[in-house]
């Protein structure tokens, strides 16, 4: 792709020659003749002085570093993003029904969608245009994928369950399967989960991660939230607007998350929570209860070296006797 | 569904109209004409007085607040968990093996049963009466699947693992995978796992848990335990009666956990410890020990703000420091 | 097995009757005839003394010790992992390609290697000699599994990546789906993930485990790395050689982990760091800054009774406060 294109595309100022061909992307330490790279701060300041890169997207506050080739972008890392499908094309399969896919005579698929190979499309299921269904896909019946939204190979959509336009989810997601809903009475009885999952559009969910069906509502993902890997959604939570979900995080049944919150990898929150807007949870967070007030929480323990930590833990073992040593202390001090 | 039809199903009492058509469950703060709802207790007090629902489930000691028409349950809850199926009855594929599935010949297939589109039934597999098997299932050689169980679509179960009647199984879970058993000998050997899984009757298995076959000896899910998605439980593990397990808990090999324990979500409990019968721990548990008493335990940390908690984690860091100093003060007050 | 073939095969002295027939493996304390057994150290001499088993394998420092039957071994446990496979040799599928998987035609699949029911396999992949590729896989475009390498069913393995020779991948594991780069601008914008995941010989991969492919470099698995079940890595990791990571760990972008490490389960690693060559991690461990020195390091909680951990939660929740208690008293003190 000629440099004067791309920086035409991403709506950058382009220094230099507007001709160069440049093929892919690279990071700036390792990048080469023909790689774009990127910089997004001052702390690469020498990597983009010396780098190798046939061109360099910079913020402007650096042009004045750069040398060669380089576009300026109000937000490089943003601009990058952009760059990464121009480069390297997203490739599609063709659309129509794979001969080996099982679709039922009710299902609407746009002409212009895509069933996968041994996929299997339930009746009075919706595929919106473009939409692309990978290899072994399973569509319950009822569910309803929207225009644009690609669901990678060996993804499983329960029954009556929604997706929006432009969602791209990873292989191994599960979403609406039941809940985790018992009543106790000589063992546990089931509860039929007859709420649904319902997910906004340029929803992305990852691989593995499994999303629960509502008890009696729905389970709600709203428009825009990003979702790693490996995450587990109870029934009944709601996730507002544009909120991201790092791997391996876990929430327990009817809590609602606000809009724009971060949650770190490996954090879990309980059930019947309600986090506010705009709450940071670093990595491992551990919330028990609700959080009113958006900011940054954090909950983790440090690592110690295990001969150190085996007394840590003794001295957490008996936290509470230390604060009643040092009461005693305190009083004796009066 | 006719209340007087409802009430003799589920063995209450009715109070009202027993005429009156109930369409399906809503929650008592939402429910409106024609829904079923339920309160369990006196929280709900000024929901229930207010509620525009068709009819309520009410324990007797609530049975003085409720207006119209109400139906009076010694467990609330268990009269819910009934009412859902009844309400909203189960749809089921129909008995007999999909054209597009791959059935061995020596497979014992009882003509009530169902199999999917694309599953795959192995030699000697064994699927008893009334059997579900959803779409995308793999049942390796010798896999035994009792009446009236069900897995949804895309449940492996690897070779002579054995489930029994009334199962139900979500998607993505894996049911005798090899174990993480190995001997370290210039690199990693693998040992042979040889057991199998044993999974009693009434077992419920979340999405895209995973239950690992024995090294030598079988992995054992007694009659009635409850699993959630995500759960990972390694080889030789074995699981009490009616034991309730939450999302994202990971056991390690060898462990046995008693009956009736109710383990938190994204609790883990490394290998080889015995857990008594009666063992409840909260989310988050982290188990280290072996367990001897029945009872509440709890591990989890505080969540902070991220300034505050960057202090705790520097007390933390030095915990024993404090403790040696709390110590010296001591000393010298002697 | 005779013994004696069997102490051929594992290249092991001999005591006892060479033409002792020994059909199955089994637990030194419940072996019974035609049983063999091991026992590693001498914490078992009782059972060793005491055991039914028709031979058992022993260090040379317990040779002393046993009875009838016995093999001498430098190493017992390895010697039991080779004895494994011998007792209970695997079962192959037959080679070829199952008349129900669908194989691109430029894909180059070996005579001997074995494609199973219902798998796709796209266009320029590489399947290499007495390899198995079990039910439900898929292979992307331009994937490569080398000779010897085994898939259970249903494993996915995303376009471009490679797994080397003599590896392990059990069900539901997604190789090289999209990792979670994002920048936001207008909403959350999707990074597009142009690296691979190159796995290296020998490495075995669990159950539900994701490797996701790199952003643009490689996400690389190093020769001999074995993973257990349910665990995230995330792209561009790097796990150096003969690193073992036990069930439900977590390790975020970016972070490369030396050879021979043993991380234990549920541990979660940040991103961005840099963990040495033989480092050990205990369970639950949270790493979240680089490790620079080899060792053993913990960071668990301890378990305690809810209601002593109530109080321990009210002490962590102002451990700042008392150190400054303890400051001030020790102010006073001088």
Not at 109 to 115: E, H, N, Y
């Amino acid at each position: 792709m000629k440099l004067g294109d791309l920086a035409q595309a991403l709506k950058l100022e382009l220094h230099g020659d507007a001709s160069y061909q440049v093929t892919k992307l690279a990071p700036v330490a390792s990048a080469g003749d023909g790689d774009l790279s990127f910089v997004v701060s001052s702390r690469l300041t020498r990597e983009l002085q010396q780098t190798q890169a046939g061109a360099v997207i910079v913020p402007a506050s650096m042009a004045s570093q750069a040398n060669g080739n380089y576009l300026v972008s109000s937000d490089p890392y943003a601009s990058y993003a952009q760059a990464s499908w121009l480069l390297t094309p997203e490739t599609f399969p063709l659309p129509g029904v794979h001969k080996l896919a099982q679709v039922h005579a009710s299902a609407r698929i746009s002409p212009s969608a895509s069933i996968g190979a041994y996929s299997v499309v339930n009746a009075n299921v919706f595929v919106g245009d473009n939409a692309i269904i990978g290899e072994h896909c399973v569509l319950g019946t009822g569910v309803r994928i929207g225009a644009q939204s690609r669901l990678f190979a060996r993804v499983c959509v329960y029954h009556e369950c929604e997706l929006g336009n432009e969602c791209r989810v990873q292989s191994g997601a599960v979403i609406g399967a039941e809940g985790f809903g018992f009543a106790f009475a000589n063992g546990w009885q089931a509860i039929h989960q007859t709420g649904r999952v319902m997910i906004g559009n340029k929803v992305h969910i990852g691989a593995n991660t499994t999303i629960d069906r509502g008890a009696i509502e729905d389970t709600i993902i709203e428009d825009g939230v990003i979702l790693d890997n490996q995450i587990q959604i109870a029934h009944n939570v709601r996730i507002g607007k544009n909120t991201a979900i790092a791997g391996c995080v876990g929430i327990a049944g009817s809590t609602h998350i606000g809009a724009n919150c971060q949650i770190g990898g490996a954090s879990n929150i309980v059930g019947h929570l309600r986090i506010a807007d705009g709450v940071v949870l670093n990595a491992t967070s551990f919330v028990s209860q609700s959080i009113e007030k958006p900011g940054r929480y954090s909950s983790g323990m440090p690592l110690q070296s295990s001969s150190e930590w085996k007394r840590t833990f003794v001295v957490l073992s008996k936290l509470n006797e230390l604060l009643k040593r040092v009461r005693r202390l305190e009083r004796r001090e009066e």
